[in-house]
């Protein structure tokens, strides 16, 4: 049964069948709102069969819900019923938390996704953890997002924001007891070299990540 | 079989059997070296029958080893052998991961242990996650040990301990998407209520954590 993997990120969003290869784009941002998102997603993939969807979205969820506003997109996403809109059975997980959970491939790994903002999740055999580190204090009053997110790259420029990348991810990995980091999001390409410890996430993961939310074999906390 | 559960804090070792009631305790301190616990653990329980340890101990603790030496203790902890000195079976666990083990009664739960240092552990059905939270930044270039360990509450007072607290606690809850947040160490009776979604730990649990460390049924990561 084919599973329609949605990873709504914060430029945009992207979608792939589970048993398919190719992947469709639609525009996400700053002012994306839930429904907008659906109209579009169903607009893009009228051709395709499928019969679940796994949705990652860029913001807090529990139990498979939401439990606040993702910050930056629109709102709306709350309140509002992702699987009614759908029309089929459809799990929602944090984004972050969908593509660490495609990379994972052993021992404790911490995933942090260097985007828009700054997704992280904690992935150990059979369990996917979601975290919200992004929002703690890390320097001059700023959070790890400020210095991380694509705000801090533009605020501090390349070189200084890999100086950041570099100890953020050694405070982390020492704070999690990590055995390995996977560093995943859009502007991981702007790290011409990896902290130590540190392994290259790849985007195609989340997919991956959405067709296992529906393996009995994962949970996802 | 009876256990010993073995509680290394960082003012003195709590021990008692996994079937038994009574809890003995012997000095601990900064200079405490293994070899001494391990002296004075035999020596308080020449009496008591047991043929396995639990041993939990305030430094970071991966696959059921130190990784790093205990900060509020003395040195020699990384390179020496608990199992080879007390001669029976035995298992090493951070001691916050110990008695956040003991504490957990369901969901996602974050412990944090406020005594000399700050424990920190994350609980969910079947699973102990030990963490360092404590060494993270949190303000003013001081970490969250700085502000809320012993030294924190000597330097800042109990007023102002009381309102680090509460915000840390909001912020680690946060970051770590927890269901509930178990207070424990000795410092938290020095707390008169407890910020919101807070439960107050209890130090025996410690030795139910001991215990549920040789239940098939649990992992410690």
């Known amino acids: 049964m084919p599973i329609l993997v949605v990873d709504v990120g914060g430029n ?108 992280s999740a904690l992935v150990v055999e059979g369990l996917v953890l979601s975290l919200e580190l992004a929002h703690l204090p890390y320097r001059r009053k700023r959070t790890y997002e400020d210095w991380l997110g694509t705000r801090g790259l533009e605020r501090l420029g390349k070189k200084r924001w890999r100086a ?18 996977v560093l995943g999001g859009g502007n991981v390409r702007k790290l011409d070299t990896l902290p130590a410890g540190c392994r290259r996430g790849d985007n195609e993961r989340a997919f991956l990540g959405g067709a296992r939310l529906w393996d009995s074999g994962w949970r996802v906390l």
């Open 164 to 181: 950041a990348v570099v100890d953020v991810v050694a405070k982390l990995a020492a704070a999690m007891v990590a055995d390995e980091v």
């Open 12 to 119: 945009n969003v992207k979608l792939r069948l589970s048993d398919g290869e190719e992947v469709r784009r639609v525009p996400s941002g700053p002012h994306l709102r839930p429904g907008t998102m659906v109209e579009r997603v169903r607009a893009a993939t009228a051709d395709w069969a499928f019969e679940r969807v796994s949705v990652g979205v860029p913001g807090p969820v529990k139990n498979g819900r939401l439990v606040d506003e993702p910050a930056n997109l629109g709102g709306g996403w709350l309140a509002f019923d992702l699987e009614h809109a759908f029309g089929v059975p459809t799990r929602v997980v944090n984004d972050a938390a969908m593509q660490a959970l495609g990379s994972w491939e052993g021992g404790k790994m911490l995933f942090l996704g260097l985007g828009t903002g700054l997704g």
